[in-house]
């Protein structure tokens, strides 16, 4: 029997069963070997951890937790949870660990379900000024179901307004608090958060979906002796399984896990799971803390690079630099568009994100802001020397109007995509 028998739908490859979507698979394996990833909540997966999310786990079924299941003949599933929740509590230094939520937003959906009652008060962290919808946008369950309430940036500072926190946390005294971000490049102050917390009877949830890969490799404020509960995704700064996971307190366990399964899910995914087992096991080691090491690296040489050619590109590096793996650019002070700039940065080969910036003078959908994020690039091999010239090339794409008429630009990242490869082992 061959692999390239299309009358066998059980066991011909991808190619021969749907040419279709394996050569979209090709094409995406071609279009980010020849991009530069600045997307700041990409990474490059271990195939380590591809091959558990592709593995034959896919198949079972086993509501439930490890040892009380509604299935019977889980034991190699019960065996691969336990793995994942005892190295997520080792990692982070946490009492209990949930790995079963689908994603960071499913993350937050369980823990506000574990820690409030419909209609309760909540307060994040606003979209538009940096935070996840699912704190607090009143379109997100959290908005829906609870009293949302959002705190903002200063707008001279462009930070984390503790005094308005402090206020709107005595006047709606909220169940749930949460720090944490998506458009940020600044830590927090766990402390002052639980500070107000504590003084008002909230819960502290720190939604670390971006930084939690800072925090495992310890080149973060450590949130979670801080926190109630902390939320994550497993894919973005810690690099690996496409999903999140929720660190909690001893005695938030029974609520947490409840509030996952069957609160809001169903059965939980065993292919990710053993993914997300394999993905914290990596996070422990030596080479993934020197990984993120360059990642914040690379961050402060992109903010550093730019922040010199302010005069040149008309285009500011909020909060004058960064602390973490990603970095916030205004092109305001140029009058120029995210979205139209961000489309010139991707002819020359270089993905990133547009995003509308605390009081941005443009109006959605258009926006000023771009964020770029070092982590994909520092997996891909990068270091100071290739940030630097990432940098350069930006500067010089905005100093353009992002305009690379002789193509030396474009020219300039397919040196450094091929200079590092991108995914050796698929040939
Ligand atoms: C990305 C993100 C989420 C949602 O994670 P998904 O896996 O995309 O659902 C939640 N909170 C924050 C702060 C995030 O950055």
Known sequence: MEPDEPDRPLEAILQVIDPEVSAAIDGELARQRSTLDLVASESVPPRAVLEAQGSILTAKYADGYPGNREYDTCEWIDEIERLAIERA??????????VQPYSGASANAAVLHALCEPGDAVLGFDFAHGGHPTQCAAETFAGRNYRAFAYHVRRDDRLVDMDEVETLARRHRPKVLFAGWSCYSRHLDFARFREIA?????????????????????????????????????????GGARGGAVLCRRELAERVDAAVYPGEQGCPLPHVIAAKAVTFKLAGT???RERMERTLEGARTLAQVLLEAEDRTRAHVVTGGTDVHQLLVDLAPGGREAWATLRRLNNIGISANAIALAYDPLVEPACSGLRFGAMALASRGFGREQFAEVGAIISDALANGGEDPDGSLAGRVGELTSEMPLYRYLG
């Open 89 to 98: 509590k080792a990692l982070f230094g946490a009492d209990h660990a949930n």
């Open 198 to 238: 504590d003084e008002v009877g909230a819960k502290l949830v720190v939604d670390m979906a971006h930084f939690a890969g800072l925090v495992a490799a310890k080149v973060h404020p450590d949130p979670i002796r801080f926190a109630d509960a902390c939320t994550m995704t497993v894919h973005k700064t810690l």
């Open 286 to 288: 030596d080479a993934f």
